[in-house]
């Protein structure tokens, strides 16, 4: 069996980990190829209730084998503790892999995280200040440590340093901040280092032995494409490439075991942080939207911004994953408007445009073409079978389908496991 890409199709949070947990029970191995601990779902299982950051999905199937790929930045202590949180709740995570050649999160990505976002000003991007930016700026710069160098611990304290001079001589000549310790972070990291190094090792040849046994490989997304550093709304983006190039980088395969990539649009679009957002829900709309659904940052507790279905944003990015099919997630939250809009195209200085921007002061000046729809102002959450759903429903989401360019196969009425419309096969 092939590689299955599961891929956040607009600014994150849209429900990717329900559709992993769904493929879950037919794959042998679930791998995170990129972002930080900047990420955050909350999983509800018979283990009970656990926030993930880093971890995979996969970690609560037994018989899977979760990896945390090369192109994931990781923090050793928030996985140390996000793992114990695990274990308590009965879950065994001796099959959890991390790939010696992720970066790692330090203290002073942390710390230049939010010293970066102050000195923004007014400009600031509005990041989860998790470090996850600056270790991938450190990443390209070579100036990374990976977790490869947490089993030499000779070398990882000639290397850090080296660097830690670096980063100490701009926090205090640039922020005129306190300098940080050499051996504080030594000792800290080395501690960690000696708990995860069961589970450090190369990954890549794991995943090439579970493909070559024909077995299901689910490459598990993090983000949304939105946020990609460089196709999304730029530069309120994240640092990593969360679509499915990515995923060929930060999981270490080709693009030739991939045969399947699956989009998770959420039936209204949300978006944290800071940044242009075409199709924001105007008025009190929004605040009934965010608070029936409860859309607040599962990292950060921020608020979410709501807005109506983006078609240009959908078609763009569905093309440039070349997406299979696609997963509407929480259509239920839709089920209290009377009203429903999706936007068909961008009004933008006198001219209509179909295409989404690369220009952020152009993608500032769209104003949505909304075609409206009337809502079914029914519960469809007890719905299992696509003629469950009433047909207005169904017709939002052929309209969903007919923008995006890309079949629905899956809808999603609820976060139960059981509220999953399969409308025809995934896979
Ligand atoms: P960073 O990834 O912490 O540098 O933040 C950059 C931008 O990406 C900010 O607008 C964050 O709110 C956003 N972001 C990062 N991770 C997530 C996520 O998992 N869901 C939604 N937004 C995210």
């Given amino acids: 069996m092939p590689a299955i890409a599961v891929i956040g199709a607009q600014w994150g ?11 879950a029970a037919r794959a042998k191995m679930v791998v995170r190829f990129s972002g930080g601990n900047n990420a955050g779902h909350t999983v509800i299982n018979q283990y009970g209730e656990f926030r993930l950051h880093l971890v995979p999905s996969g970690i ?18 928030a996985l140390l503790d996000e793992l114990e949180g695990v274990r308590q709740g009965g879950v065994d995570i001796g099959s959890l892999y991390i790939s010696d050649r992720a970066n790692l999160v330090m203290p002073y990505h942390w710390l230049l995280d939010g010293l970066e976002e102050e000195s923004r000003g007014k400009g600031s991007l509005g990041t989860t200040r998790k470090g ?12 990374g440590i990976r977790a490869g160098d947490l089993l030499d611990p000779a070398a990882f304290r000639q290397r850090l340093s080296l660097i830690l001079e670096q980063k100490n001589a701009i926090i205090s000549a640039v922020y005129h901040s306190p300098t940080m310790s050499l051996d504080e972070i030594y000792d800290e990291y080395c501690a960690h280092g000696e708990k995860l190094a069961p589970h ?10 579970t493909l070559s046994k024909g077995e299901m490989v689910l490459l598990e997304g993090a983000q949304g494409a939105l946020l990609d550093v460089d196709f999304g709304t730029y530069p309120y983006v994240t640092s990593s490439s969360p679509m499915v190039g990515g995923a060929c980088t930060g999981a270490g395969i ?14 209204y679009p949300t978006r944290v942080g800071v940044g242009p957002m075409p199709t924001l829900i105007e008025g009190e709309t929004q605040d009934m939207v965010r608070e029936h659904a409860h859309e607040y940052g599962a990292t950060t507790g921020r608020p979410r911004r709501c807005g109506w279905f983006d078609g240009v944003a959908a078609a763009y990015v569905s093309q440039l994953n070349g997406f299979s099919a696609i997963a509407v ?3 239920d939250v839709l089920d209290v408007l009377p009203n429903i809009k ?17 220009s952020l002061s152009v993608l500032e000046q769209c104003q949505p073409i909304y075609e409206e729809i009337p809502g079914w102002l029914t519960s469809t959450s007890e719905a299992r079978h696509w003629d469950d759903l009433p047909h207005q429903a169904q017709a939002y989401v052929q309209c969903v389908e007919e923008v995006a360019g890309c079949p629905v196969a899956v809808v999603s009425v609820g976060p139960r496991r059981e509220q999953t419309i399969l409308r025809s096969p995934l896979l």
Avoid: W
Wanted: with cysteine.
């Fill in 200 to 209: 450090i090792r190369h990954t890549e040849p794991l995943m090439a032995e």
């Fill in 342 to 358: 999706i936007c068909r195209a961008y009004q933008c200085n006198g001219e209509r445009l179909e295409h989404f921007p690369a």
């Fill in 60 to 77: 609560f199937y037994p018989n899977l084998t979760s990896i945390i790929g090369n192109g994931v930045v990781v923090d050793p202590g």
């Fill in 254 to 267: 080709s693009p030739r075991y991939i045969s399947g990539i699956i989009g998770v649009f959420k039936a």
């Fill in 13 to 23: 949070d849209e429900g990717k980990g329900k559709v992993v947990d769904y493929l």
């Fill in 132 to 143: 996850v930016g600056p270790a991938y700026v450190d990443k390209a710069a070579r100036l």
């Fill in 329 to 331: 997630t929480r259509l």
